[in-house]
């Protein structure tokens, strides 16, 4: 008897084992359905922050000067097809180079040799989708190290009606202010 039981158990186990294989279940809520999007940069940081590399996901996005940019893609990231319905984050890696301490005449480095002061940073973000399915997807500097990441099908990121971050317009200031600070940046010719 006890041995019957034992088998019937099992019996039991295993089908429930089966069953839920055969649903696809993997104690995981399902995977959107993935699609490859391209990757434009866009900064925010003024003209002595350079981003010479950022990667989304572990891709390669390519460089973006301190401020605008947007111009170029890179391809490729995986991200969900359709808009979720619960936030979908990505985490973003980039470099910032500093030039602030090189001095320049007429456009070009007195030093040669003069090199920028990198610094390394990582967010983990939300994927914003400004339309129901998946468009070129943004990723934006913005001052104080913070990133946002836009998807849209319909507008780029210098659009007037974009609707991520305002495109950097105008002369670039040396840094721009980190949002909800006064700004005391200087922009490009101003003493």
């Not at 040799?113 to 997807?137: F, K, M, Q, R």
């Not at 001052?143 to 007037?160: D, H, L, Q, R, Y």
């Amino acid at each position: 008897m006890y041995r019957k039981v034992i088998r019937g158990l099992s019996s039991l186990m295993l089908l429930m084992t089966l069953a839920a294989c055969a649903q696809g279940f993997s104690g995981k809520p399902a995977q959107p359905e993935m699609a490859a999007t391209t990757l434009t940069g866009v900064g925010h940081l003024g003209r002595m922050t350079g981003i010479p590399k950022y990667f989304v996901d572990g891709h390669w996005g390519g460089n973006v000067p301190g401020w605008g940019g947007g111009g170029g893609s890179v391809c490729c990231v995986q991200l969900p097809a359709k808009k979720p319905s619960t936030p979908y984050t990505v985490t973003v890696q980039w470099r910032t180079c500093d030039i602030s301490h090189i001095k320049f005449v007429d456009g070009r480095a007195v030093d040669p040799n003069a090199e920028c002061i990198p610094s390394e940073h990582e967010a983990t973000v939300p994927v914003h989708y400004a339309d129901s399915e998946l468009g070129n997807t943004a990723v934006h500097f913005l001052p104080g190290n913070k990133i946002e990441v836009w998807s849209s099908t319909k507008f780029s990121p210098n659009a007037s009606n974009y609707p991520g971050p305002a495109y950097s317009r105008g002369p670039a200031p040396d840094y721009a202010p980190v949002i909800d600070e006064p700004s005391t940046a200087k922009t490009q010719g101003e003493k």
